[in-house]
T-cell receptor, first 111, second 112 residues
Framework: DVKVTQSSRYLVKRTGEKVFLECVQD?????MFWYRQDPGLGLRLIYF???????EKGDIPEGYSVSREKKERFSLILESASTNQTSMYLC??????????FGQGTRLTVV | QQQVKQSPQSLIVQKGGISIINCAYE??????FPWYQQFPGKGPALLIA?????SEKKEGRFTISFNKSAKQFSLHIMDSQPGDSATYFC???????????FGGGTRLMVKP
């Protein structure tokens, strides 16, 4: 059974903290993605990666960075968390011309 | 700029009725159109997908209709059931097969 695993289901962080969201996939997919999900706005792409150590900005990269040191792992970093980054974060992986597989999401609250 | 526009944002249907969700896209380079279903507390999962060489695809109670000239596609859920209550996302994929652009989502509630 294919799996995309996000390290935390729920996180509460304080404003200004550095936050790491981790994602691991076991399908040997080349492409990995970080989205944030907000009501009425759908899934908005933050960053994606086509290969190890490669990253590309998505539609809303401001305030975020990513790291992909190994093919199976893609991390999202909030350098200094702010309240407007309170959201549901979804990681996904796919190979070209296949469906995208999503993790269960991390609900982040910044207080 | 939203490249894939989805409507309605929410939908209430009686059990046994037909649920219809519509999407429109702008980029003619899109050539893969999946629909994802998301239950509360879960990540989205692929429901059904279509490529532009066909105008319709049916899988059980779920049908995608595709209109290439109008750049529109829709999901029809026949005989809707309470278990279909979920959020549905349409998406469009680029011709390299790497990226997906999502619509804003539709929250469907099927009343018993």
């Amino acid at each position: 059974d294919v799996k995309v695993t996000q390290s935390s289901r729920y996180l509460v962080k304080r404003t200004g903290e550095k936050v790491f969201l981790e994602c691991v996939q076991d399908m040997d997919h080349e492409n990995m993605f970080w989205y944030r999900q907000d009501p009425g706005l759908g899934l908005r792409l933050i960053y994606f990666s086509y290969d190890v150590k490669m990253k590309e900005k998505g539609d809303i990269p401001e305030g975020y960075s990513v790291s992909r040191e190994k093919k199976e792992r893609f991390s999202l970093i909030l350098e200094s968390a702010s309240t407007n980054q309170t959201s549901m974060y979804l990681c996904a992986s796919k190979s070209p011309n296949t469906e995208a597989f999503f993790g269960q999401g991390t609900r982040l609250t910044v207080v | 700029q939203q490249q894939v526009k989805q409507s309605p944002q929410s939908l209430i249907v009686q059990k046994g009725g037909i649920s219809i969700i519509n999407c429109a896209y702008e980029n003619t380079a899109f050539d893969y159109f999946p629909w994802y279903q998301q239950f509360p507390g879960k990540g989205p999962a692929l429901l059904i997908a279509i490529r532009p060489d066909v105008s319709e695809k049916k899988e059980g109670r779920f049908t995608i209709s595709f209109n290439k000239s109008a750049k529109q596609f829709s999901l029809h859920i026949m005989d809707s059931q309470p278990g279909d209550s979920a959020t549905y996302f349409c998406a469009a994929g680029d011709n390299a097969g790497n990226m997906l652009t999502f619509g804003g989502g539709t929250r469907l509630m099927v009343k018993p």
